[in-house]
């Protein structure tokens, strides 16, 4: 790892990384989790995954794929794929 990226982290989940130069604001982040799993008609998903995230127990840096595993494992959810969102597995 680059030591410019190890000093100039955000604590905790201020920012989840894309890459070692992009990253989300929390908020982003969200709104990204939610597009990406279609979760738009969860009633309340913006407060379930703002509580759940309390409680993510990873380290700084957070990279958005383990973050993103994280929650899907948590709480049960699923990518869908722009092109098909409405496929299931057989």
Known sequence: MRDDFAIKQANG??????SMTERFQLD?????YIKTRNLRSVPDIEHILRTTLESYPG???VMV???????????????SHPDFPHLEDL
Do not use: S
């Not at 383990?66 to 494992?73: G, P, R, V």
């Open 28 to 32: 982003c982040f969200i709104g990204h």
């Open 59 to 61: 380290h700084p840096p």
């Open 13 to 18: 989940l201020e920012c989840i990384y894309l």
């Open 65 to 79: 794929n383990e973050l993103n595993a994280w929650i899907d494992k948590t709480l049960g959810y699923r990518a």
